[in-house]
């Protein structure tokens, strides 16, 4: 357990209203992400933060934005949900130990965008 | 820029037989292996995973994979699966050398244990 809480776990929302996830970590990483799980495709990095203030984009992060305010939590807003943003959302963390970095995953946020 | 292909989407086997499930990687540059298992409806749990060392990594239920430098392959084994193996797999990359740390994944194997 990597002490990582995502909320919401489940949302429905309809198209064009904004959306926030919420990942929230207790044990002080640096490194945060956010990923989707569509089928077929796997897990997609969205947007990663390296730090307060410190984000960039990952291979499809049209359609989102984060922040990072606080070390322990990492928001992913859709400003605009579609359709094509029906996905399972993870945060995950990185964990550094001495043989390399190790990514761990919260449980996911199920949203439907209808 | 890495990529990861996991050559079977699915994979039916019967309980208690052996299972090997490929993963193949590409990068330019030295990388760290991973493979995350999901169960239905839950989050990817860590498996196992290669950072250095030796190439034959073990996890605690029995799985296994072998880092092959040469083939560029990180395939995943079990001598005899159980009902409760049944899982998406998947395998995962990320560059050592690299400050950004995220992984790259392939699209998963669905293994489905039949008894």
């Known amino acids: 357990d990597a002490g990582i809480t995502q909320s919401p776990r489940h949302k429905v929302t309809e198209t064009g209203t904004p959306v926030t996830l919420r990942c929230h970590q207790t044990e002080n990483h640096r490194y945060m992400y956010w990923y989707r799980q569509d089928p077929g495709h796997g897990l997609r990095l969205i947007h990663y933060s390296y730090g307060v203030k410190d984000t960039d984009k990952g291979e499809v992060s049209d359609g989102y934005s984060v922040s990072r305010s606080k070390t322990e939590d990492f928001l992913l807003t859709l400003e605009s949900a579609t359709s094509s943003q029906t996905s399972v959302y993870f945060c995950?963390?990185?964990?550094?130990?001495?043989?390399?970095?190790?990514?761990?995953f919260g449980e996911g946020s199920w949203l439907t965008v209808v | 820029a890495q990529s990861v292909t996991q050559l079977d989407s699915q994979v039916p086997v019967f309980e208690e037989a052996p299972v090997e499930l490929r993963c193949n990687y590409s990068?330019?540059?030295?990388?760290?292996l991973f493979w995350y298992v999901q169960y239905p409806n839950q989050g990817l749990q860590l498996l196992l995973k290669y950072l250095s060392g030796s190439t034959l990594v073990e996890s605690i239920n029995g799985f296994e994979a072998e880092f092959n430098k040469s083939q560029t392959s990180f395939h995943l084994r079990k001598p005899s699966v159980h009902i409760s193996d049944t899982a998406e797999y998947f395998c995962a990359v990320s560059e050592s050398d690299t400050g950004r740390r995220a992984l790259t994944f392939g699209s998963g194997t669905r293994l489905q244990v039949q008894p």
């Open positions: 990068s330019s540059v030295s990388v760290y």
């Open positions: 995950a963390i990185s964990e550094s130990s001495a043989g390399g970095n190790t990514i761990y």
